[in-house]
């Protein structure tokens, strides 16, 4: 059974930082295109940053470029993401998921991700 897990959230002031990271379990990992999603309440579900399988390419959302930093680590099935100089419009619940297609670009539409997290909350005060 596939297990995505997310942890790190929180409440932080305007500025600053926090880390998240998934863990996942019962997929061959490295095989995996990894995501972060979010969604605030009252809004759709909006694509933050991806991986590919091989850690070679990086996409971001325009919002979150040059603030935000998306890492894997295969060895221990894991993904992170550095966020940095937070604003309040980052304030959601972020969901890690995977997605098993062979991209050179990752996806960034919900759609085409086949296991998500439960979802962690970033809350960030003004």
């Known amino acids: 059974q596939v297990q995505l897990v997310e942890s790190g959230g929180g409440l932080v002031q305007t500025g600053g930082s926090l880390r998240l990271s998934c863990v996942a379990s019962?997929?061959?990992?490295?095989?995996?295109?990894m995501g972060w999603f979010r969604q605030a309440p009252g809004k759709e579900r909006q694509f933050v940053a991806a991986?590919?399988?091989?850690?070679?390419?990086?996409l971001y959302a325009d919002s979150v470029k040059g603030r935000f930093t998306m890492s894997r680590d295969d060895a221990k099935s894991t993904v992170s993401l550095q966020m940095n100089s937070l604003k309040p419009e980052d304030t959601a619940v972020y969901y890690c998921?995977?997605?098993?297609?062979?991209?050179?670009?990752?996806?960034?539409?919900?759609?085409?991700?086949?296991?998500w997290g439960q979802g962690t909350q970033v809350t960030v005060s003004s």
């Open positions: 019962g997929l061959t990992f490295s095989s995996y295109v």
């Open positions: 991986i590919t399988w091989n850690g070679g390419r990086t």
């Open positions: 998921a995977a997605d098993r297609g062979w991209t050179a670009v990752p996806r960034t539409s919900g759609n085409e991700y086949d296991y």
